[in-house]
């Protein structure tokens, strides 16, 4: 069975920096494709600010979220990191990790895209 799981959420200040980290099990990260995918409070649609391929050569990022956002995966761990900096208050969300077997390209945005997977989500708050 397919797992999904996400964790270091948690509240930070303006400014400030998280890390998330999707952890799967009973599936392997190669060669699919992994986004971060995220619902602010009241939105109907969600967003995907990052998402990258197995191989890393395509690493795709929401206009919002560029220069401040940064993603990788360690295959070895089965592990994908979303690196957070400079948070806003608009970055406030639950943020979810998502798998999927299609391969995602460069310039594709991350959403809509065909996620078979998703983990749970976890919540990002970003006040002070």
């Known amino acids: 069975q397919v797992q999904l799981v996400e964790s270091g959420g948690g509240l930070v200040q303006p400014g400030g920096s998280l890390t998330l980290s999707c952890a799967a099990s009973?599936?392997?990260?190669?060669?699919?494709?992994i986004g971060w995918i995220r619902q602010a409070p009241g939105k109907l649609l969600r967003e995907g600010v990052a998402?990258?391929?197995?191989?890393?050569?395509?690493?795709n990022f929401a206009d919002s979220v560029k220069g401040r956002f940064t993603v990788s995966r360690d295959n070895a761990k089965n592990t994908v990191y979303l690196q957070m900096n400079n948070l806003k208050p608009e970055d406030t969300a639950v943020y979810y990790c998502?798998?999927?077997?299609?391969?995602?390209?460069?310039?594709?945005?991350?959403?809509?895209?065909?996620?078979?997977?998703w983990g749970q989500g976890i919540q990002v708050t970003v006040s002070s």
């Open positions: 009973g599936y392997s990260l190669d060669p699919p494709t």
């Open positions: 998502a798998g999927s077997r299609a391969l995602i390209v460069a310039g594709m945005p991350c959403s809509p895209f065909p996620y078979d997977y």
């Open positions: 998402c990258l391929s197995s191989s890393g050569d395509s690493v």
